[in-house]
C-alpha cells in the first residue's frame, strides 16, 4: 500500500500530536493524590469497614480512593456510615452550594452536611458533585484519550483517529479542551487529514448562567481548508445540571483567520449559537454520551454561515478502558477553495482509557 508518509507528519498533524504527549508527560510528573492521607471510614451496610479517601460524590455514587483495592466506587444506599473530619463542597440542582463534612444519617437515604449553621440533608438524586476542599488538581480533572484504525482492501482505504477530552470543574468554573486527529489514507493517493483543537475557558455565575472565552484551530482538506484560527466569548445558560445531565445554550461573537489550501487568506467575524447535551452514568458500566451543535453565521461574508455536529459515546468495558463511537458533521456554505466540499462527515471508532 503505497501512503504518502510526508502527509501524515504534517505540521498540523505535529501540533496535535504533541499536545498529547505533553498531557501524558504532565500525569507521569504530576504529585499524585494517592499519596495524601487516607483517614476517611466508611462502613457498609453488611458491616464491612473500608479506610481511604473521599474523592466525590456523583449520581450516588461515592469514589472512594484506597491503598488495597484502588479506586472504589460504592452505592450511597450500601454505605451505612461515614466517618471524616474533611471539608466538602456540595453543589445542587438548584445552584446552591454547601460546605461541610458529608455524613450517613440513621434510617435515611439522605446525604447530610454538617454546615457551621448545623446539619442539612440532602436528597443524593439533587447533588450535581461534591469534592474535598483540598482535591488535589488531579481530583477535579476528567481526561482521557482514544486511538482507532481500520483498512478496506477492496478500496485500499484506511483511517486512523486519535482523540483526547479534558475537562476540569470547580464550583466556580469549568475548563473544557478537546482534540481530534483524523488521517485517511487510500493505494497510490495522497493521504487526507483533518485536525481539531478546541479551548474553553466557562466562568459560572449566578442563576446558571455563564461566559466564557473560546478558541480553536482546525484544518480539513476535505474542505479545503489549510488552517482556520478562532477566538472570541460566549454569554450562555444552563436549562438543566443535575448529576446525570448538563444542557446548556450559549451566543456570542468570535473572530477568525482562515487559510485555504490554495494559500488563500481571509479574515472575518462571525456569530455563534450553539447548544450542549451532557448525559452521565456512573454506575458500572460508565455510560458518557456528548452531544454539540454549533452554527456561525458571518458578520462580514453576506451569506456565509458554518455549521459543526459532534456526538460521542463512551462504554466502559473495564475499569479506566473504554470503547468509543463518534459522529461528527461540518459544513460551509462558501468554502475558501471553490473546488472544496461543502461538507465533511463520518463515524469514528476506537478505544481509549480515562483518569
Known amino acids: 500500500m503505497a501512503v504518502a508518509y510526508s502527509r501524515l507528519l504534517s505540521p498540523a498533524l505535529r501540533s496535535g500530536l504533541l499536545l498529547v504527549f505533553l498531557l501524558l508527560f504532565f500525569l507521569a510528573l504530576a504529585p499524585r493524590a494517592a499519596l495524601a492521607q487516607k483517614t476517611d471510614i466508611v462502613i457498609l451496610t453488611n458491616g464491612d469497614r473500608v479506610t481511604g479517601e473521599i474523592k466525590k460524590l456523583e449520581a450516588g455514587i461515592l469514589q472512594y480512593k484506597t491503598d488495597s483495592m484502588g479506586t472504589v466506587r460504592i452505592e450511597w444506599r450500601f454505605i451505612d456510615t461515614i466517618i471524616t473530619d474533611k471539608q466538602q463542597v456540595i453543589e445542587t440542582t438548584d445552584g446552591d452550594r454547601w460546605l461541610g463534612k458529608i455524613q450517613k444519617p440513621e434510617a435515611s437515604e439522605d446525604v447530610q452536611v454538617v454546615t457551621v449553621a448545623g446539619p442539612v440533608d440532602i436528597d443524593p438524586r439533587d447533588i450535581v458533585s461534591a469534592w474535598p476542599v483540598e482535591a488535589t488538581f488531579l481530583d477535579k480533572m476528567d ?67 455563564f461566559r466564557s472565552l473560546i478558541a480553536s484551530y482546525e484544518s480539513n482538506e476535505a474542505l479545503g481548508l489549510d488552517r482556520r484560527i478562532t477566538g472570541g466569548g460566549v454569554f450562555g445558560k444552563y436549562l438543566r445540571k443535575t448529576n446525570l445531565n448538563w444542557l446548556h445554550y450559549y451566543v456570542g461573537v468570535v473572530g477568525n483567520i482562515e487559510r485555504s489550501i490554495g494559500g488563500e487568506d481571509t479574515e472575518s467575524v462571525e456569530g455563534v449559537l450553539g447548544t450542549r447535551w451532557r448525559y452521565f452514568q456512573y454506575a458500572a458500566p460508565e455510560r458518557v454520551l456528548d452531544t454539540s451543535l454549533n452554527v456561525f453565521p458571518s458578520l462580514t461574508e453576506s451569506g456565509r454561515w458554518r455549521g459543526d455536529l459532534r456526538t460521542t459515546f463512551k462504554l466502559e468495558l473495564v475499569s479506566d478502558l473504554f470503547w468509543t463511537m463518534e459522529l461528527f458533521a461540518t459544513y460551509d456554505s462558501d468554502p475558501l477553495d471553490v473546488d472544496a466540499n461543502q461538507e465533511d462527515y463520518g463515524i469514528i471508532t476506537g478505544f481509549g482509557w480515562s483518569y
Open 143 to 209: 481526561l482521557s484519550f482514544s486511538l482507532g484504525y481500520e483498512y478496506q482492501s477492496a478500496t485500499g482505504i484506511g483511517n486512523f483517529s486519535g482523540a483526547s477530552d479534558f475537562l476540569y470543574r470547580t464550583d466556580a468554573r469549568v475548563i473544557d479542551a478537546t482534540l481530534r486527529a483524523n488521517i485517511t489514507t487510500q493505494d497510490e493517493a495522497e493521504a487526507q487529514e483533518r485536525l481539531e483543537l478546541r479551548f474553553s475557558y466557562q466562568r459560572l455565575l449566578e442563576d446558571w448562567r
